[in-house]
């Protein structure tokens, strides 16, 4: 069974930076796609940063701020976002799929805090 494990969470201060990890247990060489989304409480869960193929989009709240990218020798896919604020504060997840039509793989979550 595949599995995503997400790392780096934090918290930290208004216009501070953190780099999140997704590391997968399976080999991200040909994956379909990957990315992040966050939940904040009471809020559901939406689509942060996605890499599909060669293509990345971003929330349009994060544009400008967050970066998505990928070690495929690591198998590891990061999210590293600038300039926070503190309505990035929400649980992150890493997503994955292997194809168009599979399954996809969620990590467990890491807690992100912005705040003074």
């Known amino acids: 069974q595949v599995q995503l494990v997400e790392s780096g969470g934090a918290l930290v201060q208004p216009g501070g930076s953190l780099r999140l990890s997704c590391v997968s247990s399976r080999s991200i060489s040909v994956i379909y796609g990957m990315g992040w989304y966050r939940q904040a409480p009471g809020k559901q869960r939406e689509a942060v940063a996605t890499?599909?193929?060669?293509?990345?989009n971003y929330a349009d709240s994060v544009k400008g701020r967050f970066t998505i990218s990928r070690d495929k020798a690591k198998n590891t896919v990061y999210l590293q976002m600038n300039s926070l604020k503190p309505e990035d504060t929400a649980v992150y997840y890493c997503?994955?799929?292997?194809?168009?039509?599979?399954?996809?793989?969620w990590g467990q979550g890491t807690q992100v805090t912005v705040s003074s």
């Open positions: 890499l599909t193929g060669g293509s990345t």
């Open positions: 997503n994955a799929r292997w194809s168009p039509f599979g399954v996809a793989v």
